[in-house]
């Protein structure tokens, strides 16, 4: 029987006492279990699947697009190539997203639901930790899995088809637009669990701007500076070669962030003044 | 800051309102230091309120409190490093086995190394008896099982404080006594607070006692002196004979504070509350006796059941606090 005095103590910031614990847990929430390939399975095979379908076989989008279509596009290899690349960008952001809310949307509320937050927070560990170690394990997680794989094997497939390496720069800056679109839904998401203590106000408000923001920016165009909504497409035409203004590009990806960071920082406030 | 004070846990005019209810009313609390202190009330009456404001799980609206010297409120940390707490429904990781359970509790608490923190673990589990269910699923536990894991997860850190909310409420009559069991094996490590409304728990396990009612602290102390009752010494008498010229000598001794008689079969019961316990203990039977056309059937000390003290304060006859 050991006295505490034999064991090493917790050396930690004292704002964050009991974050690398919390993280721990919820790393191996993912990669302990069978998540984490389930996950690299389903979006690799939805994504990069949808992808090779338009890449190999015999196309008949191809066939059917008229020669201005084709010539737009700089020959009929490359419009098959757009065609791919629209799959995984334009089609692959919303469907992100959306499984990003999924899997995001019990982090917090299923704690509270379920009792655990209460006794989390009555051993040492600050709310602060506890959102942080939220963010500091998720967030890799489905960035890795959700994109970071899928998007490897979509290059991969692009370069096959191309019989050349696929231009390297324009496609990891789409990527790295994609996972600013991920990054904020799952912030968004776990922000919404503090605020709210059901599931339905998450999944509406969530799901409502992903699906509902394209329409929403269609009526007042401003709104693609300051939201998510036109990244998918802006990271599209960013891969595909296109000519895209800057501030097209840099506003809403900026804005994407800055949004990021305020629900970070809500969630940490709201968090700390819950009473469980 | 370090504890200057036999108490483990002061509140001073502790508060917790939500709107216009009130849930806890000017609470101030003493906890003895290596007490099992049984804190008592009916479903509603505020328990798991203060516990959790002991916590700084809720917020108190007004008053103060501390553990260990350490502000509930601004030192929560510092505090929850020395306590164990079991929730009235205790809560488990459901991914992990009773084992990874208290890894992940004690982790909080302790870096390593791991070969003593597994050997903490199986500890824990040798306490509570769930040595052979170690790797299993918790999803497979009984109400009992998981109750005990409980108390294991609370006091794996060996805390200095276990604060258990209704730990044998919901459990068999095996159930119970076997979380009793455990709890008389911790106290001499630790100080006990838990909350209940079994009183037969608490007659059985505690040594100190505090009831609430109403977000109210109606009565707190020694279980020896909860269970006086609010009436102080009384003794009971089964007398035959005669009753009037008893009455009248009774109420000239000037330590007998009050009488009551009641018929029961023919015969007269009489409560008999007084002042000097000493005088009384060597003369009221003599001084009954006295009267040749008295018989006494029956003499003795009014002992009280913990549940007629606490039905008592409870309906308002009574404050011992």
């Not at chain 1, 007042?220 to 497409?233: A, E, N, Y």
């Not at chain 2, 005669?242 to 000037?254: A, C, S, W, Y």
């Amino acid at each position: 029987m050991s006295a505490n005095s034999d064991f090493q103590q917790v050396n930690e910031l004292k704002g964050l006492r009991g974050f690398s614990n919390l993280f721990h847990k919820e790393n191996k929430a993912w990669w302990g279990t069978h998540r984490w390939w389930i996950n690299t399975l389903l979006w690799t095979v939805l994504l990069c699947g949808l992808m090779a379908i338009m890449l190999f076989a015999p196309n008949e989008e191809a066939n059917q697009a008229s020669a201005s279509e084709i010539l737009q596009a700089g020959g009929a290899t490359a419009y098959i190539l757009s065609l791919a690349l629209s799959v995984f960008f334009e089609f692959g952001g919303p469907m992100l997203a959306i499984g990003t809310v999924i899997q995001a949307q019990d982090l917090i509320i299923g704690e509270k639901q379920n009792g655990l937050i209460e006794w989390l927070l009555s051993k040492p560990l600050t709310r602060r930790a506890y959102i942080l170690a939220k963010v500091a394990a998720n967030a890799p997680a489905l960035l890795v899995l959700f994109v970071g794989l899928p998007a490897t094997v979509a290059y991969g497939l692009l370069s096959l088809r191309t019989g050349a390496p696929y231009p390297l720069l324009s496609f990891m800056f789409a990527v790295a637009i994609l996972t600013a679109h991920t990054f904020f839904y799952l912030t968004l998401t776990l922000m919404l669990g503090t605020l709210f203590n059901n599931r339905g106000p998450i999944l509406g408000i969530a799901l409502g701007s992903v699906l509902g923001g394209g329409l929403m920016g269609g009526f007042i165009k401003p709104l693609f500076s300051v939201t998510p909504w036109i990244l998918p497409k802006v990271a599209w035409m960013i891969t595909t070669g296109q000519a895209v203004p800057a501030e097209i590009v840099f506003a809403p990806l900026v804005a994407t962030l800055l949004w990021s960071l305020v629900f970070i920082f809500v969630a940490l406030v709201k968090f700390e003044k819950m009473e469980f | 800051m370090l504890q200057s004070t036999p108490f483990v846990i002061e509140t001073h005019h502790l508060c917790k309102s939500y709107g216009d209810v009130q849930s806890l009313r000017d609470v101030n609390l003493t906890v003895p230091r290596h007490s099992i202190f049984g804190f008592l009330g009916p479903n509603g009456a505020g328990k798991t309120t203060l516990m959790k404001t002991l916590l700084n799980l809720i917020r108190p609206t007004a008053g103060t409190g501390t553990i260990f010297g350490y502000d509930i409120v601004t030192e929560s940390v510092r505090i929850r490093e020395r306590v164990g707490y079991l929730p009235q429904q205790p809560r488990f990781i459901d991914q992990m086995t009773a084992r990874e359970n208290l890894h992940f509790a004690a982790r909080f608490f302790f870096s390593g190394p791991e070969a003593k923190l597994r050997a903490r673990c199986d500890e824990m589990l040798e306490l509570v008896g769930l040595e052979d269910k170690a790797n299993r699923p918790i999803k497979g536990f009984s109400g009992g099982e998981k109750q005990r894991l409980g108390i294991a997860l609370a006091q794996v850190n060996y805390p200095d404080l276990l604060i258990l909310d209704e730990p044998a409420s919901a459990l068999d009559p095996l159930g119970r006594q076997a979380v009793l069991d455990v709890m008389a094996r911790l106290r001499k490590y630790t100080t006990i607070f838990y909350s209940t409304h079994i009183l037969d728990d608490v007659q059985r396990a505690s040594d100190t006692v505090a009831i609430l009612n109403r977000g109210q602290l109606m009565a707190c102390g020694p279980i020896e002196q909860i269970m006086k009752g609010g009436e102080g010494v009384v003794y009971s008498m089964a007398i035959k004979g005669n009753l009037p010229v008893l009455d009248t000598r009774l109420k000239e001794i000037p330590w007998v504070t009050h009488t009551s008689v009641t018929q029961q079969n023919g015969t007269s019961v009489w409560q008999v509350s007084v002042s000097d316990e000493g005088a009384a203990e060597k003369d009221l039977l003599r001084t009954v006796l006295a009267d040749p056309g008295v018989t006494v059937a029956e003499f003795s000390r009014k002992k009280y059941e913990l549940e007629e003290v606490f039905m008592n304060i409870v309906k308002g006859a009574g404050n011992v606090c």
